[in-house]
């Protein structure tokens, strides 16, 4: 719900609401679509990747170890509509071993999260994710 009436953060929350629409859908041409071509992606706890490429390559490997959705989402956006903030509950479910993690079970979790966005020229220009890896690990590992 949009409520602040400023034409540029509305844009910028409207775009972030349509990447994670997107992602529920599992629709992956749409979500980088709303990318810029070199766009910043900070994976959590990780390195930074950057471009679509390394993008496509890394919901690859999502989509192969873990089914997600995103559930209770709510965006922010600054006045200049470049800067966002989102905060989410994650509900997955661990379908395949991902490297370093414990092994997959289809073990159910529950997660918060939170992801910062930079918008330029009316896309995605830097995603940066969080989440408790600590507790998604414990989630996993009963």
């Not at 041409?29 to 900070?42: G, I, K, N, R």
Request: hydrophobic letters at 40%; charged letters at 25%.
């Amino acid at each position: 719900m949009i409520v602040d009436g400023n034409r540029q953060a509305d844009r910028a929350i409207e775009l972030v609401l349509a990447y994670y629409a997107a992602f529920n859908r599992g629709d992956r041409p749409a979500m980088l679509d709303l990318l810029a071509e070199d766009v910043a992606h900070d994976v959590n706890q990780g390195a930074r990747e950057t471009g679509k490429a390394a993008f496509t390559a890394f919901l690859g490997r999502m989509d192969r170890s873990y089914r997600e959705q995103l559930r209770d989402i709510v965006v922010m956006a600054n006045q200049a509509g470049d800067r966002v903030a989102a905060e989410y509950v994650v509900h997955g479910e661990y379908l395949a071993d991902d490297t370093g993690l414990p092994p997959a079970r289809g073990q159910k979790y529950v997660l918060p999260g939170g992801a910062f966005f930079d918008i330029r020229d009316g896309r995605i220009a830097r995603v940066t994710n969080y989440y408790n890896l600590e507790d998604w690990i414990a989630q996993v590992s009963k």
